[in-house]
C-alpha cells in the first residue's frame, strides 16, 4: 500500500514472569499476576467477578500483592513501569468492597501514583483497612496447611520478619511487545536502551520519529497509563492529521550544507546524526539528505574539516553577529579574525 503517514502503536507485553519463575510463579498455584487476576475480577471472567484459590478453591482470607515484580531492578527491568502501583491500588479496593474481612497486605518499594487524582485515591486506599509494607519480600516458601510464607525486611523497621498468606499477587512491568520489535527492524526505527520505540525529543516531539510521516504512541514509545496514551495517541493521529492535509511538504530551511571540497571523507557526521540525514559516498564525499535533515547541527560541530555550516546559521553569519554586538564597544578593526572565531 501507498500511504502518507504512519503511526505505530504496537503496544505492551507484560513482563516474562513465567520464564523467571519469581516468587515461584509458575510453580506454586496460588502465585498470580495482577493481570490475571484483573481478568478474575471481571463480571465476565471465567468465575463471574469472584475469587477463588486455584489450589483449593477456597476463598482467600490473607491476600499479598507485590510490586515492581521484575521492574526497577538491574536483574529484569531497570524502569518504572508506570502503571503497577495504580493498577494494584485498584484491585485492593475492589477485593476489599466484595470481601471486606480479608486482609490485604501491600508489599511496596515506593508508592508511584504520579498522574493527575491517583495521590488523592492511594491516600483514600490507605485510610481502607488495607496494610501497606514499605519493603519486598526476598523469599517464599509453602507450608504444610497450604498458606505460602513470605520472608521480607522492612525498610522502615529494618528487620527480617515473615507473614503467611493464601493468595499472593505479583505486580508484574511491562516490556515492549513483539510487534514493536519486529516493526522497529521493518521500518527501521530507533530503539532506546530498554527496547521501547525512541521518538525524536521526549519533551518537544514526544510522537514524532527521525522519519517524516512516521509517528509513535502509547506503550510502543514506553510504559504508559490509559490517560497518557490517549493523549499520545490524539497528538500523532494529529500531527498525522497536519501532514496529510497538506498538498506540498514543507522542508526545514535551516538545514546542514556542505562544502564537498574542505570534506576529507573521515565519516564523523554520519555517524554524529540521529537522522541518517548525511552519508558518505563512494567517492568519499558527505551527502545531506535535505529532506531527512532537522538542521540540529551535531554534524556542523564533529566535522574537523569545517566542511559543514547550517544554513542561516553559517560561521561568516555568527561572525557578522558578533562583530554587529561588539561593535558600539570596541575599536572592531582592532580585532583580528582569529579572535572574533575564538
Ligand atoms: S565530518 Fe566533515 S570531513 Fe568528515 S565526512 Fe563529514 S563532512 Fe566530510
Ligand atoms: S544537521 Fe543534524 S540532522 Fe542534519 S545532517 Fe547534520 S546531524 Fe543530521
Redesign the pocket.
Known sequence: MKVGAVIVATGWEEYPILKTNEYKYGIYPDVITQIELERILSPIGPTGGHVYRISDGNIPKNIAMIQCVGSRTLRGNPYCSAVCCSVALKNAQLLKQEYPTTNITIFYIDIRTWDKGNEEYYRNIRGQNINFIKGKPGDIKLNDDGMMRLYFDTTLESEVTSMDFDLVILSTGMIPSKGTIEISEIMGLSKGPNGFLSEVHGCLKPVETKDNGIYICGCAAGPKNIPYSVTSALGAASKAATLLSNDILRQELI??ELDDTLCVGCYR?EK??D?E??AVNDDQIAI?DELK????????TSCPARAID?KYYRDSQIEEEIRGIAEPFFSITSISQEKIQE
Request: hydrophobic share 55%.
Open positions: 538545514i546542514a557526521c554524529v546524526c537522522f540525514a548525511i545531506v535533515c532537522k538542521g540540529c547541527g551535531a554534524c556542523v547550517l
